[in-house]
Nanobody, 126 residues
């Protein structure tokens, strides 16, 4: 089992940027497709972005396309989420997770991901 720890959250004004990190330990990090999710107060957890292990192929939620960029460094066992042009609607706790083996590529369901980290808070003021 891989263990994940998120960091990099904080408070930022609208239009600003943040870079989140997800550090992995335990079982081999590089064999997993990884993803970012977020959960705002009173809302369901929602998919943000995901990245494949080998080629770094990515897919994003429509709400963040063109503003967020997901990347990973397998040598450092770390995944990143660069968030630009942040909006108040981006305020949430952000989580990283691994896609369950067997789950379809392109899935956005949180039930298809596991090994969740503890989350990092992102707050965007207007």
């Amino acid at each position: 089992q891989v263990q994940l720890v998120e960091s990099g959250g904080g408070f930022v004004q609208a239009g600003g940027s943040l870079r989140l990190s997800c550090a992995a330990s335990g079982r081999t990090f590089k064999v997993y497709t990884m993803g970012w999710f977020r959960q705002a107060p009173g809302k369901e957890r929602e998919f943000v972005a995901a990245i494949s292990w080998s080629l770094g192929v990515t897919y994003y939620a429509d709400s963040v396309k063109g503003r967020f960029t997901i990347s990973r460094d397998n040598a450092e066992n770390t995944m990143y989420l660069q968030m630009n042009s942040l909006e108040p609607e981006d305020t949430a706790v952000y989580y990283c997770a691994t896609k369950t083996q067997g789950a379809a590529w392109g899935t956005t369901k949180d039930s298809d991901f596991g090994a969740w980290g503890q989350g990092t808070q992102v707050t965007v003021s207007s």
